[in-house]
């Protein structure tokens, strides 16, 4: 059993930046891939990034590359998410997600359907 706790989140102007960072107990080894996920008030939850353990390959949504960077720090078990140039719309809360599955391609680790295990969620609210 995997257990997840998000830290980082708070009240940020746009443009600003934060560090979110997940940090996994438990059976950590079994991991395969962890994954940030974000949900707007009256929106669906939606993939913001994904890195996996063993290869460190990560993929981003569209709307957030280029200002967004996982990364992964296997002494510690965490995965962090820096976000860089905040815009309002990125306000939302923030999850984080493992999976033990093992996929040959990142694209599988996109969906939240991939996911077993899930924080709580932290909040991240970026005022115009």
């Known amino acids: 059993q995997v257990q997840l706790a998000e830290s980082g989140g708070g009240l940020v102007q746009a443009g600003g930046s934060l560090r979110l960072s997940c940090a996994a107990s438990g059976r950590t080894f079994t991991r395969a891939a962890v994954g940030w996920f974000r949900q707007a008030p009256g929106k669906e939850r939606e993939f913001v990034a994904t890195v996996t353990l063993r290869g460190g390959s990560t993929a981003y949504a569209d709307s957030v590359k280029g200002r967004f960077t996982i990364s992964k720090d296997g002494a510690k078990n965490t995965v962090d998410l820096q976000m860089n140039d905040l815009k309002p719309d990125d306000t939302a809360v923030y999850y984080c997600?493992?999976?033990?599955?093992?996929?040959?391609?990142?694209?599988?680790?996109?969906?939240?359907?991939?996911?077993?295990?899930w924080g709580q969620g932290t909040q991240v609210t970026v005022s115009s």
């Open positions: 997600a493992s999976t033990t599955l093992n996929y040959p391609y990142i694209q599988y680790y996109q969906t939240s359907r991939t996911y077993d295990t």
